[in-house]
């Protein structure tokens, strides 16, 4: 699924198919929109992944969000968007709008 936005051989290998849709949507967006931050951003994104794959990430546990799997999410500065992952498995699931209703979104994954 990679593409020109980001070389396949750059982005860590712990994200699902969905997120990998997101991280193309969403950079495809930043690359088009706001070119002179595009770089930065799409390293913040690529640094979080690589800490959740090696353990380090410290996400937050939310109570109104339970789908069978402890799921965590890191808020991506000075971005809007969350990131949400399986915390055990070291796996991304999603990369989201922080506008969203997440429990709503996640019973609907169930």
């Known amino acids: ?3 020109e936005t980001f070389p396949a ?3 860590p290998g712990n994200l699902t198919r969905a997120a990998l849709s997101d991280l193309d949507h969403i950079l495809e967006i930043s690359r088009t929109r706001w070119p002179g931050t595009y770089q930065s951003f799409r390293d913040t994104l690529l640094n979080h992944f690589r800490r959740i794959e090696d353990g ?3 996400g937050h546990v939310r109570d109104d969000v339970k789908i069978g799997v402890i799921v965590k999410f890191i808020a991506v500065h000075p971005s809007q968007y969350i990131i949400a992952y399986d915390e ?3 796996v991304v699931l999603a990369i989201l709008p922080g506008k969203r209703d997440l429990p709503k979104l996640f019973a609907a994954k169930r």
């Open 56 to 58: 380090a990430s410290l």
């Open 1 to 3: 699924m990679p593409n």
């Open 88 to 90: 055990e498995e070291r």
């Open 9 to 11: 051989d750059d982005v």
